[in-house]
């Protein structure tokens, strides 16, 4: 799905919120708890989510960088841990996950565990 699809669906998601049902477009980035806090608290009081409006093209920026950090990461180091990323990205280990299930579907990354000690280790292909 290309970037403009997912502003178009972000954008849709979160007028949405306007009817009742807010926080749907955090769900479809993958920001679960800002999710659940917008849809038991109506976007807080609406002010969250009319601010969204405004913020939705720097969620969705948010989001592409964290792929390319990992690269970069991954690339530099021989191989590379989730409490590594997790320290270099200072994202969420649920988004790094996320992202990391994408690149290796996308055929960018791969998993393997190290030799010594068994952790599971990614690497750039």
Do not use: W
């Amino acid at each position: 799905m290309d970037n403009s699809m997912k502003k178009l669906i972000c954008y849709a998601l979160c007028a949405v919120g306007f009817f009742g049902v807010a926080g749907l477009h955090h769900f479809f980035l993958g920001n679960y708890i800002r999710g659940f806090l917008y849809l038991f608290t109506l976007g807080l009081f609406y002010i969250g989510t009319i601010f969204d409006l405004f913020h939705i093209p720097a969620m969705l920026q948010k989001t592409s960088r964290l792929d390319v950090a990992i690269l970069k990461i991954c690339r530099s180091k021989y191989e590379t841990t989730l409490s590594d990323l997790v320290i270099e990205t200072n994202a969420s280990p649920e988004e790094i996950k996320k992202t990391l299930d994408k690149l290796r579907t996308n055929h960018l990354i791969t998993v393997d565990n190290r030799s010594h000690d068994g952790a599971i280790v990614y690497r750039t292909i």
